[in-house]
């Protein structure tokens, strides 16, 4: 079996909230470590996430032992970065044994061929702000010049803070499925150019949803504030699903 699951943002919210998602989340890994090939984890693990050469942030014990105790045990963790936690370096790969993917990338598993990313810089041609903001925080030389010049309490109090700003900005009006649309394009139009795909896994937009139509497949997984969090199962003939983990 395969799993999938995405927008934890660990260390979100107060102290207490904090904990209970982290405490959930490894619940989770233990449920599904039982049969787990291997486990990908897809963007906004951590609600924010600045790595410097020698210094990471503060918190996630759990997480990380629970990540490092699966990955020792022979189970696959993979880690795509998404927006909340794009800036990782060596760290979680040296420490935790955790396979990290900065970028989306197509993987086969189970003989599906499947395109998985985050979904955030996707499809956004349109937006030159969304581009331009994007670009600055991909920079390699914007982020050796932060991490040069700015002391990491200061840098963790500043990602905290954006942050929080921005999850309350895209949770500040409920989503319906319409808002997936512009992913769903993007995936038709990767897959007219790549028909060897068989799903699209994303993370990003907090809503569960199967999208199977036309021959073109786009999973999206939940966050984890709710009650309930839904995952991606894949078992090993290839067949998909969205799952749910009840967190109370
Ligand atoms: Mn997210």
Redesign the pocket.
């Given at each position: 079996m395969y799993y999938f699951a995405?927008?934890i943002?660990l260390g979100a919210g107060d102290r207490h909230t904090a904990r209970l998602t982290e405490n959930r989340f490894c619940s989770w890994l233990d449920h599904v470590s039982a049969d787990a090939e291997a486990i990908y984890l897809v963007?906004?693990i951590f609600d924010f996430w600045f790595e410097y050469r020698r210094v990471v942030p503060k918190g996630f014990t759990r997480t990380l032992g629970k990540l490092s105790e699966l990955s020792d045990r022979g189970i696959g963790i993979h880690l795509f970065t998404?927006?909340?936690d794009m800036w990782c370096r060596d760290y979680l790969q040296e420490e935790c044994g955790i396979h990290l993917h900065l970028h989306p990338e197509e993987i086969t598993l189970a003989g599906q061929r499947l395109f998985i990313a985050h979904g955030d810089n996707l499809n956004i041609k349109g937006q030159p702000m969304l581009r331009l903001m994007n670009a600055g925080f991909r920079s390699t030389t914007v982020r050796a010049l932060f991490s040069w010049l700015v002391h990491p309490d200061l840098a963790l109090k500043f990602g905290k803070w954006w942050s929080s700003k921005s999850?309350k900005s895209?949770g500040s009006q409920p989503i319906d499925v319409s808002h997936l649309d512009f992913l769903i394009e993007y995936a038709r139009t990767r897959k007219s150019e790549r028909t060897e795909i068989d799903a699209f896994i994303f993370?990003?937009m907090?809503l569960p949803h199967d999208y199977d139509r036309d021959g073109l497949r786009v999973l999206f997984m939940s966050?984890w504030s709710g009650e309930q969090a839904s995952y991606i199962a894949l078992d090993d003939s290839g067949q998909l699903s969205i799952k749910t983990f009840d967190l109370r």
């Open positions: 995405s927008d943002h963007g906004d998404g927006n909340h999850r895209h993370g990003h907090h966050d």
